[in-house]
């Protein structure tokens, strides 16, 4: 292993030590359970909580969109495994400023199983939840199926245009919509070269020899649809934007926002090289990029390899994405 | 090779191709050179101009602190080589705004040939220039000869507080002072887990059997001081830390900030953990911690490993980090 951890059992706590030690200003763990962490002024009175949650290992998600305009509290888990309910209620409870709490976080067995429990325990104290999934991972489902799809980098979009409709003033019931409509409108591709090496085992996520590639990977290691040499970083991000434009029915004229992710050890360098060649892609499209994020915005600790997700975009999208919002991990405006 | 690039020939064009498509709103290429960055309002008529350079793979150094309250322009080299005294001239005309050009790089023997020459051109040309350069790697010589160190990752503060410094109007003079100050009170120790792989060679940038560290690592893998079996965490942290305190004379009551810096492919989740034990050593010692940076802020390709800096703060200091800052990688206020 070449990680820099203690005893392999803390690394989620530690971590979450740390970052509330970096960043006391904006987050805090307001119960005795320290994988509880919520934004430091919650609950905002009057205001729609939004709860996250699910396994660790995938920073800046989902810790790093706790903030302002983003998430309002998130449940952690142990490296890629779901929070408990408890923990999914705490959090519910940490958040409520009396306008009822979305929960949105990925397609997973595991997260929505104790997020559906944390519901119904919020239930019975009358918190009102709803719970929109993030599942833009295009190549787990076909779109007619689009809603049982594994949630990968793309819920970044959600977080952000949800939190911003929380922060307006939305309604439960109106912050829900707007998460749903941009899941709805979000498609993600991700390809892997390397896998991820867990902390406590010391195991790999899944074999690949070096000069591979697996595309459609899972943010944990989930099968593709394509495994194959290493091509050239044009050709792999054909192979990802095509399907995606195909995904969300993009023709001339229409407008995106784009996220080329990181999912680890692939240096930024390698994902400016791939935004330059979506660019291009779009660009004979005719299709109008507004807005680009480049950078790690959901990894798989040391995974390397990358993901690109495009949202559709309107002008009710594109005011929500550029809403201001603060995280330890994200800034806008 | 685990690269996503196409011909590794073009790995350096084609990176700025995407960071200027990405970011058109912040940077600009105003010369026929595509290895000139400078932010898109440059130059600023009436304020002092701050051109950086050096060596590619570093992202986010030197390309992603180009913007407003940050450097001005940036001479782009190839991957861990120099950019040429032409480059570094025209990145100078290209930002100057009639006050004068601050050279703010790190300490490598090609670039202060070719800044030295640039600085001649500009001379010529009746552009005044001051040069500071980053000297932070304890690891590379003795507090004495502390301006003959290697600059690593903690020119990020110089960058940050110089940029404040001619944003508010300074004279070229007084921006070079505060470049000065900053860099004789920053000191960063790194350590690596694993090499930088060439993009065109595919050779690494130096062999260290997987289970070793080396304590000192330069960022281009230049030899540390210590190599031997990797420690826990904590261990590590204090191995870095403990000469940094040494370095700054840092005593009970003293301000600090604290940059812990990702090489590259170790994930954020570790850099937290090593945040923590930082914090806790400060503690112990009664120093008190006013700005945290946990993140990647100076990188080599897919290193492992990460390096610790401290900023000695006084108010002065630490107003200048608050100064708001914009650019493709980096924001403040």
Redesign the interface.
Known sequence: ??????DPEA?VD??????V???PELVKTPTDDPRILVRADAPVAGKVGIVTGGG??H??LFKGYVGTGLASGVAIGNVFSSPSAKQCFEATKAVNGGAGVLYLYGNYGGDVLNFDLAADMADLEGISTETVLGCDDVASQPRERARDRRGVAGIFFAFKAAGAAAERGDSLAEVAAVAQDIVDHTATMG?G??PTIFPVTGQASFELP??EMEVGIGIHGEPGIHRGE?E???A?VDRLVDPLVTDLSLTEGDRVAVLVNGL?????????????RV?QVLSERKISVEK?Y???YA?S??M???SISLLALNDDRKALLDAPAQS??F?EG
């Open positions: 292993m070449r990680k820099i951890i203690n690394f530690e971590m979450i030590e740390g970052i030690l970096a960043h660790s290992g920073l800046p390809i070269l390397s070096e000069g290493l050239s970083a044009d792999i680890g050890s692939t240096p930024l360098e390698e994902l400016y090289i791939m935004y330059r660019n680009v480049v950078g790690e990894t600790l040391e390397a390899g990358a330890p991990f800034q």
